[in-house]
Every structure is written in structure tokens, then in C-alpha cells.
């Protein structure tokens, strides 16, 4: 019979009956299903109790670790935080040193630019004004040897402050090269700063917390701590050397302009008194030829009347001598006896002979009056030349020079 049918017929196909265990085996089983059941729960026990006391003790060994590990950070930023700062004031005191060498650069050039610009040219136009003069007043004389004294101790002085500013320029380079150092340390320790304050701000319980799992490693390290002080410390030092080397090179600057200038104003100021002890010479001079010229002038004037009235005498005398002459002439007409020699006759021959004695005297003080007198107006023209020399130079020393310098107000550095 089919299934169905059985099925349509309320009817149970039985299976076929299975071995049993018997009432002994199932309390068997039981007894040690329970058993086993207890010897679970023990070791369940056993490792829940366990497991709490590994979480006591790793709680705590990873709390501790942790606290150390925030103490490390906070000791290491203080650490940080201690060198930045004394980096900063070592970048301060650089800084300072730096702007104090600046302006000493800067006084430095403006010395350079004020001697090279005024004072040199000006004592080379005083020279090359003093070169125009003519005659016996174009003389080596104490004005043009301190001329150019002042002019070599100028572009000495020009020389020397060259130099110098050429090691401030250096010594300004150096600072700045060991600021930048100090800058790029700053920027990393406060880059490290930020890193660590925010590592120690960083909690275990953090949304964005999560394990790494990339294969590059997490501890790239380029130096050991103590290579990291020596860093530091070298950049201390090497500022702390150059801001020394600095100090002493602003003090021998300073000392420098102010002996230039010192120098400079003492050669100006001999110079100067050259000057007026020259001018004072030359209108001592100028002053007695023009007496003396003026004495020329009147004996010139006197000799001039002399000769005028020798002349007029000589002329006065040969009418005279006209006149003997003519009576001479006339008397030497009479007639036979009457042409003797009587005492008219000797008479006129004396007078003549004594009008041509004192023609002859006259014109020989005439000679020599003319003679005196052509000398005296040479000598004249020879005193007004010179007078005219005397007159150019003390316009070329008193009114040029003298003038021009003045208008030039020498000051310290």
C-alpha cells in the first residue's frame, strides 16, 4: 500500500523501532552533563576572574603609562619652550646688535659720502684756485703744504672708513645668516610644540581614534635628544659669538669716526690758521708797497716838476746866451778902432762862458733827472704789477678760499 492511501485511510506508519538506553544511562548522562556543566562554570569562573585582573592591571600599567607618557610630553614641551625662549632673546639681543650696527653703517656712510663729496673737493678747488696765481706769488707756501696735508689725511681717512664699513657689512651679513638659523629652529621647536600640546590634549575615546595600519613606520627619528640640545646649543653659541664679535667692532666704529673726524677737523684748523697768517702776510705786504708806491707816485710827480723846471731853465739860459750872443755880434761891427776889446767885450765873453757852464750843469741834472725819472716809472709799473699780484692773491686765499670754507660747517660723524 502506497503512503497516500494510508494517509486517505487515518492510518500511521510506524518507523522502525531504535535501540534505547536504559533508565541507568539516561541518570548517567545527566549526572555528567551536569558535571561537565560545572566544570565549565568553574573554569569560567576561573578565567572571568582572571580576566578582570588582567584588565585591573593593564588598566592601570596603560593608565600609568599613559600619565607618564603626558608627563614626558608636558616636561618635553616645558624643555622646548625653555629653549625657544632662550633662543628668542638670543634672536633679540642679535636683532638689537643688528640695528645698532645699522646705524653705525649708516654714520659710516654718510662720513664716506661727506668727505668724498664736500670736503674733498672742496680742498681740490682751493688748490687748483691757488695754482692761478702769477708771478712770485705762485710760492710753495705753508697754505699749499697744509693743503695737501688735509687732502691726504681726507682720502685716508676716506680709506679707513671704507675698510670699516666693509667689516660692518660682513659682521651685519653674519648676524642675520646665524637669525636665520634661530629662525628655523624657532619654526621647528614651535612646530614641535604645537604637535606635543596637541598629542597631550589627545584622548583614547576619540571619534577619530584608530589603529594604523600602513607600512610606513611611525618612529622616523633623524637625531638623538642629545644631538637636538647640541643643535640648539650651537645655534646659542654661534649668535652669542657673533654678538660678541659685534660689541668690540661698534666701539672700534665709533672710535674711528670720531678720530677721523677729530684728525680731519685738526688739519682743517691748521689749514685755516695757514690761511689767515697768509692773509694777514700778504695785506702786511700789499699794504707797504702801496706806501711805498705812493712815495714812488710823489717823487715820480717831483722829478716830473724838476725836469719841467730844468727845462724851462735851459730855455731861460739860452736866451741869454742868445742875447750875449747878439751883442756880441752886434759889437763886433764898430767900426776901426772902435772894435777893441774892452771891458763889455770881457764882460760878455764871461757872461757867456758862465751862461754855457750853467747850460751844461743844467743839462746834466736834466739827463740825470730824466733818467731817474724813467727808472722811478719802470719802478712804479714793477710795484703796481706786484700790487696787482698782492690784490689777486688775497682774493684767491681770502675772498675764494677762505669764503668757501667757511661755508663749509666740519661736525663729528
Known amino acids: 500500500m502506497s503512503e497516500k492511501y494510508l494517509r486517505q485511510q487515518n492510518l500511521v506508519l510506524l518507523p522502525p523501532e531504535q535501540p534505547k538506553y536504559t533508565p541507568r544511562d539516561w541518570n548517567a548522562n545527566n549526572r555528567r552533563q551536569n558535571l561537565f556543566s560545572l566544570e565549565q562554570q568553574a ?9 578582570d585582573r588582567i584588565i585591573d592591571e593593564t588598566k592601570h600599567t596603560t593608565e600609568e603609562s599613559k600619565s607618564e607618557v603626558d608627563f614626558r610630553l608636558r616636561e618635553r614641551i616645558e624643555d622646548i619652550q625653555f629653549r625657544r625662549d632662550e633662543l628668542q632673546q638670543q634672536k633679540k639681543d642679535a636683532h638689537i646688535e643688528e640695528e645698532a650696527l645699522k646705524v653705525y653703517k649708516r654714520r659710516t656712510i654718510d662720513a664716506i659720502n661727506t668727505l668724498r663729496e664736500i670736503a674733498v673737493p672742496l680742498c681740490q678747488k682751493c688748490i687748483a684756485l691757488r695754482e692761478k696765481r702769477t708771478g712770485s706769488d705762485l710760492v710753495n707756501d705753508a697754505v699749499d703744504r697744509e693743503l695737501r696735508k688735509e687732502l691726504d689725511v681726507t682720502e685716508g681717512g676716506i680709506a679707513l672708513l671704507e675698510k670699516v664699513l666693509e667689516e660692518t657689512v660682513e659682521q651685519i651679513r653674519r648676524l642675520r645668516a646665524t637669525i636665520y638659523l634661530i629662525d628655523r629652529d624657532l619654526a621647528d621647536k614651535d612646530r614641535s610644540i604645537k604637535i606635543d600640546a596637541k598629542n597631550l590634549e589627545l584622548r583614547p575615546n576619540q571619534m577619530e581614534m584608530k589603529i594604523y595600519a600602513g607600512r610606513v613606520p611611525l618612529d622616523p627619528y633623524n637625531s638623538t635628544d642629545e644631538e637636538w640640545i647640541m643643535v640648539t646649543n650651537r645655534n646659542i653659541e654661534a649668535t652669542a659669538k657673533e654678538i660678541s664679535s659685534a660689541q668690540p667692532l661698534r666701539s672700534y666704529v665709533d672710535q674711528l669716526l670720531r678720530q677721523v673726524a677729530e684728525d680731519i677737523r685738526t688739519q682743517v684748523e691748521r689749514t685755516n690758521a695757514a690761511f689767515r697768517e697768509r692773509v694777514a702776510e700778504m695785506r702786511y705786504t700789499k699794504t707797504k708797497l702801496e706806501n711805498v708806491h705812493k712815495e714812488t707816485v710823489r717823487q715820480v710827480n717831483e722829478l716830473t716838476r724838476t725836469v719841467t723846471r730844468l727845462e724851462r731853465e735851459i730855455a731861460e739860459k739860452e736866451g741869454y746866451v742868445a742875447l750875449a750872443q747878439t751883442r756880441l755880434a752886434n759889437r763886433s761891427q764898430r767900426p776901426g778902432i772902435e772894435l777893441c776889446r774892452d771891458n763889455v767885450y770881457e764882460g760878455l765873453k764871461k757872461e757867456l762862458a758862465a751862461l754855457r757852464g750853467t747850460i751844461a750843469k743844467l743839462d746834466g741834472s736834466l739827463v740825470r733827472s730824466k733818467a731817474t725819472l724813467r727808472y722811478l ?33 666740519f661736525q663729528s660723524f
Do not use: G, H, P
Open 43 to 51: 573554569l569560567a569562573d576561573r578565567v572571568i576572574s582572571e580576566s
Open 377 to 409: 716809472l719802470n719802478t712804479q709799473v714793477m710795484q703796481e704789477e706786484e700790487i696787482n699780484l698782492k690784490t689777486e692773491s688775497l682774493r684767491i686765499d681770502e675772498v675764494d678760499c677762505i669764503t668757501m670754507r667757511e661755508s663749509f660747517k
